[in-house]
């Protein structure tokens, strides 16, 4: 999986800051490479994002680009004047072991979806994200039958129709009629077509 990375590795400028946590991460690994404020993995996946380190950059919100960052392991957000970030933000993060905010923001998805969740002067460490398809009492996630959890990101899961089965809740056995749906499809956009293709035909003819 290869992202469009130059939008979320530009839009702080400078570089990767030395003692920030994308920093310390990168450091410790070979095959790793910086580039802007990313830290990215060489062979087999070159070019895929497993740090981004935007703090200190002065954001009230997250980058145009940030969803292009979903590979990473770590991200750093401290010194922000970030006011919210909707855990929705971190959809298709499953990835995501460790994030640093600003003190006053919750970890996304709240703090049961974290193994740690630790202080330390101006910023918040969130560490360990829960798997809550594993989970049990509080954290369990019941999808209904003939479906699978997933895990789709802190505190985010997706349901996922097993086998054959698709549709509404996975009530529907065999595969997906392709066919058909497109047969419809054609036949409606044809229609409509040909309907206001006749309507501006008669507005021309009359005038």
């Known amino acids: 999986m290869v992202t469009n990375i130059a939008d979320v590795c530009s839009c702080c400028p400078g570089p990767v800051r030395s003692g920030s946590s994308v920093a310390r991460y990168c450091a410790v690994r070979p095959g790793l490479a910086l580039q802007g404020r990313c830290c990215l993995r060489g062979e087999p996946e070159p070019g895929v994002i497993v740090g981004l380190d935007l703090g200190n950059c002065s954001l009230t919100s997250l980058c145009a680009g940030f969803p292009d960052a979903s590979t990473a392991v770590v991200i750093d957000l401290t010194e922000n004047p970030l006011e919210n970030i909707p855990s929705t933000s971190f959809q298709g993060f499953t990835r995501l072991q460790s994030i640093s905010l600003p003190r006053a923001l919750q970890c996304p998805g709240g703090s049961m979806a974290w193994d740690l969740n630790t202080t330390l002067g101006d910023s918040r460490t969130c560490q360990g994200q829960r798997n809550l398809c594993n989970s049990s009492g509080e954290l369990a996630w019941l999808c209904p039958e003939n479906s699978q959890c997933s895990p789709d990101g802190p505190g985010l899961v997706q349901c996922l129709c097993s086998g054959n089965?698709?549709?509404?809740?996975?009530?529907?056995?065999?595969?997906?009629?392709?066919?058909?749906?497109?047969?419809?499809?054609?036949?409606?956009?044809?229609?409509?077509?040909?309907?206001?293709?006749?309507s501006q035909r008669r507005k021309a003819k009359a005038s």
Do not use: M
Not at 172 to 198: C, D, K, M, N, Q
């Open 165 to 198: 089965y698709h549709g509404y809740k996975c009530l529907r056995e065999g595969t997906f009629p392709l066919l058909l749906f497109y047969g419809i499809l054609g036949a409606v956009t044809t229609t409509l077509s040909l309907l206001a293709w006749g």
